[in-house]
């Protein structure tokens, strides 16, 4: 199954197999301050000898922003069969480079 996070410069959105998982989503202030705080985490876990907690506990917590209050992104995953894969499109500048740091870390995206 193929995913996709499509970002314009003030909202994104998820989609799976071209369908979207509920609504666009603003990158208001709150969630530009959260995305800071995934790609410090990131950049901190860069330098750790073993990063695999910090790894592991910061793609959960992305995995949830990225699911939201309706569990769109669960509910996918639930019904898909065989491997997913993630595809992230947007302008080649990203608004101050914040979702181009977020990229990273979905590497390590985990479940629940």
Do not use: Y
């Not at 410069?9 to 998982?21: I, K, Q, T, Y």
């Not at 595809?87 to 979702?99: S, V």
């Amino acid at each position: 199954m193929s995913a996709q996070i499509l970002i314009n410069d003030d909202s994104f959105e998820l989609l799976a197999e071209g369908h979207a998982l509920g609504p666009r989503r603003r990158l208001d202030a709150e969630a530009l301050a959260l995305l800071d705080d995934f790609a410090r985490r990131d950049r901190m876990l860069l330098g750790e000898r073993c990063p695999n907690a910090g790894l592991l506990a910061l793609g959960r917590d992305l995995f949830a922003w990225l699911d939201g209050r309706g569990g769109a992104l669960t509910t996918a995953l639930s019904r898909a069969l065989g491997p997913w894969l993630l595809e992230i499109r947007g302008p080649l500048k990203a608004q101050r480079g914040r979702m181009v740091a977020a990229a990273r870390p979905l590497g390590a995206l985990g479940r629940r």
